[in-house]
C-alpha cells in the first residue's frame, strides 16, 4: 500500500515552459486535491476532484488545469510555467468527505521556474 | 472569507518541556479543526482533530482544545522529545462552493533541543 505517490521530487522549468505533475493514489478514495505550499502561506488549494471526472477550482486556480480520468490518479498541469509558480506542491487524497477523514498528503514535488 | 491565523511562527523548546500552537479563525461556522505534523521532506500526516461539538481531544502527549465562543484552538504537547521537532499546522473547516475545504495556518516551526 503506497498511500499518495507524487513524481517527479524536484523539478526547475524555464518560463514558458509546460509540464504535468503526476499524482497517483492506491486507497480508492473518492476525494483528491492539490495544494501548494509556500513559504509563511501555509497550504493553499489549487483544484480539487470529488471523484471520477469531476473537479473544480480552488483559491489559487491560475495558470493550472487538472483532469481526473481515473480514481487513482489526478495529475496537475502547467500550461506555460511562470517564476510566480515556484513552490512546493502537495497531492492529497481522502475518502469522501475530507473533514470527516483528514487527508492523506504525498511526499510533494519541488518546483523552481527559472 | 475564512483566514486562519496561527501563533508563534516558531518555537523553541527544551527537551522534555512542554509546547503550545494556537489558532484562531474567522468562520463561526467552521466545525472540524485538524492538526498536521510536517517533517523535513515530507508531506503533511494528521496528528489529531477536534470538531466542534468537542472541546477537549487527547491522544498520549498531544492534546488539541477548542474554544467556539472565542474562535480558537490551540495544540499542546507535554514532554516533548527531539523526533517532536517539525512544522505544525492547523486548519479549519469552510463550506463554500458545495463543499467543505480546509484552509491552513502559515504553519509554526518547532524546535525541541536535547
Known amino acids: 500500500n503506497a498511500g499518495v505517490t507524487q513524481t517527479p521530487k524536484f523539478q526547475v522549468l524555464k518560463t514558458g515552459q509546460s509540464m504535468t505533475l503526476q499524482c497517483a493514489q492506491d486507497?480508492?478514495?473518492?476525494?483528491m486535491s492539490w495544494y501548494r505550499q509556500d513559504p509563511g502561506m501555509g497550504l493553499r488549494l489549487i483544484h480539487y476532484?470529488?471523484?471520477?471526472?469531476?473537479?473544480d477550482q480552488g483559491e489559487v486556480p491560475n495558470g493550472y488545469n487538472v483532469s481526473r480520468s481515473t480514481t487513482e490518479d489526478f495529475p496537475l498541469r502547467l500550461l506555460s510555467a511562470a517564476p510566480s509558480q515556484t513552490s512546493v506542491y502537495f497531492c492529497?487524497?481522502?475518502?469522501?468527505?475530507?473533514?470527516?477523514?483528514?487527508?492523506?498528503f504525498g511526499s510533494g514535488t519541488r518546483l523552481t521556474v527559472v | 472569507g475564512e483566514n486562519v491565523e496561527q501563533h508563534p511562527s516558531t518555537l523553541s523548546v527544551q527537551e522534555g518541556d512542554s509546547a503550545v500552537i494556537k489558532c484562531t479563525y474567522s468562520?463561526?461556522?467552521?466545525?472540524?479543526f485538524p492538526w498536521y505534523k510536517q517533517e523535513l521532506g515530507k508531506g503533511p500526516q494528521l496528528i489529531i482533530d477536534?470538531?466542534?461539538?468537542?472541546g477537549e481531544k487527547k491522544d498520549q502527549r498531544i492534546a488539541v482544545t477548542l474554544n467556539k465562543t472565542a474562535k480558537h484552538f490551540s495544540l499542546h504537547i507535554t514532554e516533548t522529545q527531539p523526533e517532536d521537532s517539525a512544522v505544525y499546522f492547523c486548519a479549519a473547516s469552510w463550506f463554500s462552493g458545495g463543499y467543505n475545504k480546509l484552509i491552513f495556518g502559515a504553519g509554526t516551526r518547532l524546535a525541541v533541543h536535547p
Open positions: 476532484s470529488v471523484g471520477a471526472g469531476i473537479t
Open positions: 477536534i470538531r466542534s461539538n468537542v
Open positions: 492529497a487524497s481522502s475518502r469522501r468527505d475530507p473533514h470527516l477523514y483528514g487527508y492523506t
Open positions: 486507497m480508492n478514495h473518492e476525494y
Open positions: 468562520d463561526s461556522a467552521s466545525n472540524y
